[in-house]
């Protein structure tokens, strides 16, 4: 019976490549994210290792901090050095928030990955290491003097002896400094462009002058482990420093990054799953088809003796070897696939251009168990079915799904969507554990459940377009029709595919409109200001552009927005700083007199959710940190919080801030103009100050709005193109459907070829089952995606997210695009129908 089954599966190639199609496209998806992930993993491991020494001393508490203001007096350096095995010690400063301009006025980098800059010392990283070698020209030794990256010399075209436009965070907001080498890193920098300054205006530019630094790095002599060297340097040190070994402190920053990479893999994986839910659907409607195709074949089987178990499984060793050569291929294209996610992400400023492809055994494993337990899950049903039919029935070939098994079918998808719903309910308005799981498995069980009923829900559709076809094609649209409700448990899962891909991008498509016309609903509403300076990339930017705007005529009034992660108890959360007396007149922030009052006392102003979440009060003490420095906020108050009210749930007042060691930079100034300015003369002068400043611009309420609608119109745009993989593979499905139904229908086609169907009539017909078909997909999917998208919205009303707005033309326009896709779909199964000869067809089994 193997031997039969192979021999049977070998004989027709065409239909194995065809079957394996799905399983191809949606192995691809898990094996490509696993693959990415792993590269993106390890490129930050290998930054991590050469960015750390034999022993780091560091402010206590600063080690989850990036950018820490916290620093080491630089008397202690030589002291570090003296240490007993130490060979020698060496002071580090680095910034985060400074950025190269090209020569063409361009910014470098700064959509993601940050500007980097150090100081330069030629000190050995732990074990040794080195990140950077010199490629051309030499390390600054005197002020106005920096090395760049290769990387970033290159796309700003700077070569050694140029003057180099450098904007930074510190008080100076430009420097222009001569390029005096050029630096190639030992791995990926990720998209990050790194500058090196000498140590004594480092210092100047980031420290306020001072002789200290971020941290300090300790050389192990030889003979002596950095455990050893960690203990003899571990009494030098004041109470509010801390010495960790150089592979601890590797270890823990790369744990950290692992766990922020999460996000990423368990974004890419859910795509991952849809690909293979859609492909799942199309691997039963192939097995389904075959089957049917299959019937004499496996009649005879059962005449010569076989049992039904030997016929269920000699389908599924069909589905084994579909599901083995799916996943190998998958594999192959993972890899390609990981190349256009590199490539996706890279566009948005993660760089790994220079990563080495990551394959690990885990991701090869996962190919083939996905690839195998999909493949078989989803042909054991039709496997089933194939052993059940007994052998004269299988020799007639009129086997159809009896009515029982219909009703029951509709009833299972009723119960699937009524479960599904229940759960999306619970994981949108329930108080659950793990919302977000709840929420998908509910629009997963609504998907599959409405795809059940398809057969009865898409039936209207079917006959309300075949009365359409009737009367535009005549005879063509009645056959066209009387195929498409022929086999509708066929038709409802080829079109059930199409249907999950197009909910999910109409969902998505809904709940970003609806986030954009609610950004921009509460930015009319709280926006009081005439123009806001901010930074494009969302970094901080130099207080001197602030103290700038202050002095252009008809400038009434200039309130600084301070912001960075901090610490509220045990856990980092994202904390601002305003300045009472000037912020509620340039922002609506519904809160008391007195709160605002308390709040330059050094109090804290919190929303009221997140007061009532915490359990905190007015009065109460709440431990926090910014940059490694703890200090006692008392609550001043809260307020009602709504999108773009506040720049963070946790308020403090900037003098606050200041006083405990917050970045001594600006994330947004807000700027009010006197009565009767001239506001055209005013945004003149402003754009005039940041001329030169490509990370920081002026905008007014218009400009604002569409600022923070662009990383949405990102995201979306991001989600599309990976659905779109869904999508492509329910198209692939239509091809399928079509091409193997041509095989099924071979002596019809055939016999009406013979009483006149002219090839191009033949054609039509293919081409309008194929509309039929992509129309009730795109039909139900954009029903479903609008009602999820509406549920969505409703359930964050009361985060921000107040306004329903429902992108009908998109809408539309996927529908349209759908009957587009249904004609192409028909191509080639019209062609190669076209092509049959009459006789050889008529004369088919």
């Known amino acids: 019976m193997l031997r039969a089954s192979l021999k049977s599966l070998l004989a027709r190639k065409l239909r194995l490549l065809m079957s394996a199609v799905a399983v191809i496209l949606g192995v691809a998806f898990v094996a490509g994210s696993f693959i990415f992930t792993d590269t993106l993993g390890r490129s930050f491991d290998g930054i991590m290792s050469s960015s750390v020494g034999d022993v780091v001393v560091r402010p206590a508490g600063s080690g989850d901090t990036l950018g820490s203001t916290q620093t080491i007096d630089g008397a202690l350096v030589a002291k570090l050095a003296a240490a007993p095995g130490a060979a020698r010690a060496d002071g580090n400063i680095v910034d985060y928030t400074t950025f190269v301009v090209g020569k063409s006025g361009k910014l470098i980098g700064?959509?993601?990955?940050?500007?980097?800059?150090?100081?330069?010392?030629?000190?050995?990283?732990?074990?040794?290491?080195?990140?950077?070698?010199?490629?051309?020209?030499?390390?600054?030794?005197?002020?106005?003097?920096?090395?760049?990256?290769?990387?970033?010399?290159?796309?700003?075209?700077?070569?050694?002896?140029?003057?180099?436009?450098?904007?930074?965070?510190?008080?100076?907001?430009?420097?222009?400094?001569?390029?005096?080498?050029?630096?190639?890193?030992?791995?990926?920098?990720?998209?990050?462009?790194?500058?090196?300054?000498?140590?004594?205006?480092?210092?100047?530019?980031?420290?306020?002058?001072?002789?200290?630094?971020?941290?300090?790095?300790?050389?192990?002599?030889?003979?002596?482990?950095?455990?050893?060297?960690?203990?003899?340097?571990?009494?030098?040190?004041?109470?509010?420093?801390?010495?960790?070994?150089?592979?601890?402190?590797?270890?823990?920053?790369?744990?950290?990054?692992?766990?922020?990479?999460?996000?990423?893999?368990?974004?890419?994986?859910?795509?991952?799953?849809?690909?293979?839910?859609?492909?799942?659907?199309?691997?039963?409607?192939?097995?389904?088809?075959?089957?049917?195709?299959?019937?004499?074949?496996?009649?005879?089987?059962?005449?010569?003796?076989?049992?039904?178990?030997?016929?269920?499984?000699?389908?599924?060793?069909?589905?084994?070897?579909?599901?083995?050569?799916?996943?190998?291929?998958?594999?192959?294209?993972?890899?390609?696939?990981?190349?256009?996610?590199?490539?996706?992400?890279?566009?948005?400023?993660?760089?790994?251009?220079?990563?080495?492809?990551?394959?690990?055994?885990?991701?090869?494993?996962?190919?083939?168990?996905?690839?195998?337990?999909?493949?078989?899950?989803?042909?054991?049903?039709?496997?089933?079915?194939?052993?059940?039919?007994?052998?004269?029935?299988?020799?007639?070939?009129?086997?159809?799904?009896?009515?029982?098994?219909?009703?029951?079918?509709?009833?299972?998808?009723?119960?699937?969507?009524?479960?599904?719903?229940?759960?999306?309910?619970?994981?949108?308005?329930?108080?659950?554990?793990?919302?977000?799981?709840?929420?998908?498995?509910?629009?997963?069980?609504?998907?599959?459940?409405?795809?059940?009923?398809?057969p009865v829900v898409g039936r209207p559709l079917i006959v309300g377009m075949g009365a359409i076809y009737r009367r535009l094609f005549g005879s063509v649209g009645v056959m066209a029709e009387e195929n498409a409700l022929r086999n509708p448990r066929r038709t409802a899962a080829t079109a059930s595919a199409l249907m999950i891909g197009v909910a999910l991008v109409s969902m998505m498509a809904v709940f970003g409109s609806s986030t954009k016309a609610s950004i921009n609903k509460e930015i009319e509403k709280n926006f009081k200001a005439d123009y806001l300076v901010s930074n494009s990339i969302g970094s901080d930017f130099s207080t001197a552009v602030g103290d700038e705007v202050a002095k252009v005529d008809g400038v009434a009034t200039v309130s600084r927005v301070r912001w960075g992660m901090g610490e509220v108890g045990d856990g980092q959360e994202w904390i601002a700083a305003i300045d009472p007396a000037t912020f509620g007149q340039v922002a609506t922030l519904d809160t008391s007199a007195e709160a605002l009052a308390n709040l330059d006392r050094g109090g804290l102003l919190l929303d009221a959710d997140t007061a009532t979440e915490l359990g905190l009060k007015t009065g109460d003490k709440v431990r926090m940190k910014l940059s490694g420095k703890p200090f006692d906020a008392t609550v001043a108050g809260t307020y009602a919080a709504t999108a773009g009210s506040a720049p963070a749930r946790y308020l403090l007042s900037t003098k606050t801030w200041d006083a405990n060691g917050g970045k001594l930079s600006d994330g947004q100034v807000y700027v009010r103009l006197t009565d009767g300015a001239d506001a055209a003369a005013v945004g003149s002068a402003l754009d005039k100050i940041v001329a030169d400043l490509p990370t920081v611009s002026v905008k007014d309420v218009a400009g604002y709005a569409e600022e923070q609608a662009k990383p949405i119109n990102q995201m979306l745009m991001i989600i599309y193109a990976l659905l779109g993989l869904a999508v492509v593979i329910a198209i692939l499905g239509i091809i399928n459907t079509l091409a193997l139904s041509v095989i099924e229908r071979t002596r019809e086609i055939g016999l009406l070829r013979a009483v006149g169907l002219s090839r191009r009539q033949l054609r039509s017909m293919l081409r309008l089952e194929s509309v039929v078909i992509a129309l009730l997909g795109a039909t139900l999917g954009v029903v479903l995606g609008v009602v999820f998208g509406m549920a969505i919205q409703r359930a964050l009303a009361d985060e921000g997210f107040s306004t329903l707005q429902i992108p009908w033309v998109q809408l539309v326009a996927f529908v349209l695009m759908a009957g587009i896709v249904g004609v192409l779909a028909a191509v080639w199964p019209g062609r190669r129908a076209a092509k049959l000869k009459i006789l050889d067809a008529i004369g088919s089994e």
């Open 110 to 454: 700064g959509q993601g990955a940050p500007g980097m800059a150090v100081n330069f010392t030629d000190g050995p990283a732990a074990n040794n290491t080195s990140m950077f070698s010199l490629a051309s020209g030499e390390m600054p030794t005197q002020d106005g003097q920096i090395a760049l990256d290769a990387k970033t010399a290159k796309t700003g075209g700077y070569v050694v002896g140029d003057k180099v436009n450098v904007v930074t965070a510190s008080a100076k907001a430009q420097v222009n400094p001569t390029l005096s080498g050029i630096i190639e890193s030992s791995g990926s920098l990720v998209g990050a462009s790194v500058v090196v300054w000498t140590t004594h205006e480092a210092q100047s530019l980031y420290l306020g002058g001072k002789d200290a630094f971020n941290d300090v790095w300790v050389t192990r002599e030889d003979g002596t482990s950095q455990e050893q060297l960690r203990a003899a340097v571990a009494p030098l040190l004041p109470a509010d420093l801390e010495a960790v070994t150089g592979d601890s402190a590797a270890e823990a920053a790369a744990n950290q990054i692992q766990e922020s990479l999460k996000f990423i893999t368990y974004f890419l994986l859910i795509f991952a799953a849809v690909a293979l839910v859609v492909g799942t659907f199309i691997i039963v409607n192939t097995f389904s088809i075959l089957v049917a195709q299959r019937m004499r074949e496996l009649a005879l089987f059962r005449a010569i003796g076989a049992s039904r178990r030997q016929v269920a499984r000699s389908v599924l060793i069909e589905a084994f070897v579909v599901g083995l050569i799916g996943a190998t291929l998958g594999l192959g294209l993972g890899i390609v696939l990981a190349i256009a996610i590199k490539a996706l992400f890279g566009a948005i400023g993660l760089d790994l251009a220079g990563a080495e492809l990551v394959l690990a055994p885990r991701t090869v494993v996962a190919a083939y168990v996905v690839g195998l337990v999909v493949t078989l899950l989803a042909a054991y049903l039709p496997a089933r079915r194939a052993g059940k039919v007994p052998p004269v029935a299988a020799m007639r070939d009129d086997v159809t799904l009896t009515e029982s098994s219909m009703h029951r079918r509709v009833l299972a998808g009723l119960a699937l969507t009524a479960l599904g719903a229940a759960a999306l309910a619970l994981g949108l308005l329930a108080d659950v554990p793990k919302p977000v799981a709840f929420v998908g498995a509910g629009i997963l069980g609504v998907l599959l459940g409405v795809a059940l009923t398809s």
